[in-house]
């Protein structure tokens, strides 16, 4: 059985772009930490990645801000101020 996969792109190095931003940084990671631990409980098994995509993904044609393979992943470079979830599969 194939993997599934969701991928939650969401904004990092905010201190680098506070001149023009008020991000809070620790926010976007502690709403992404708890998305991942709410969606484990329901969906197990899934796997929920950071900032990156499958290698399969990219297919898709969706992102045009992979930077980098790691693994069996692509790295994303996340575009400023995202909090964007993705999923491709099914779930019951
Ligand atoms: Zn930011």
């Known amino acids: 059985m194939e993997s599934e996969y969701i991928t939650v792109e969401y904004c990092t190095n905010c201190a680098n772009h506070r001149t023009h931003t008020r991000h809070n940084e620790q926010k976007y990671s502690t709403v992404f930490h708890n998305l991942k631990r709410a969606l484990s ?22 992102y045009s801000n992979l930077w980098d393979i790691s693994q069996d992943l692509y790295l994303l470079e996340p575009k400023l101020g995202a909090f964007e979830v993705s999923h491709e599969g099914n779930v019951s």
């Open 41 to 62: 409980i329901t969906i197990p098994g899934i796997s929920i990645l950071a900032n990156s995509i499958p290698q399969s993904w990219k297919e898709f044609k969706l």
